[in-house]
């Protein structure tokens, strides 16, 4: 079955930087696009990164743009979300989605806290 398993998020400063992976399985990987979606307490789940099945394109929204870069490698069935310059309006919890066939596949999420 499909298996979406987040690691990477914690504790950070403003102004630092994480690097979330996602490591997947049940699936042909490198056949599908995958992507980062954020959700914050109280509000909608908003995607903050899309990448391509060959990684050649990627999608940010404005509220991301220049500071996180989504990239993947398909001969480990993981992609990366690299966040720098992070702001305290980027806490949330982080989720690894897979867009399989019509049916989204999600990981359980790792939390992102920025805080002094």
């Known amino acids: 079955q499909v298996q979406l398993v987040e690691s990477g998020g914690g504790l950070v400063q403003p102004g630092g930087f994480l690097r979330l992976s996602c490591a997947a399985s049940g699936f042909t990987f490198s056949n599908y696009p995958m992507t980062w979606y954020r959700q914050a307490p109280g509000k909608e789940r908003e995607l903050v990164a899309r990448?391509?099945?060959?990684?050649?394109?990627?999608n940010y929204p404005d509220s991301v743009k220049g500071r996180f870069t989504i990239s993947r490698d398909n001969a480990k069935k993981t992609v990366y979300l690299q966040m720098n310059s992070l702001k305290p309006d980027d806490t949330a919890v982080y989720f690894c989605?897979?867009?399989?066939?019509?049916?989204?596949?999600w990981g359980k999420g790792t939390q992102v806290t920025v805080s002094s």
């Open positions: 990448i391509s099945s060959n990684g050649a394109s990627t």
């Open positions: 989605n897979a867009p399989i066939f019509g049916t989204n596949y």
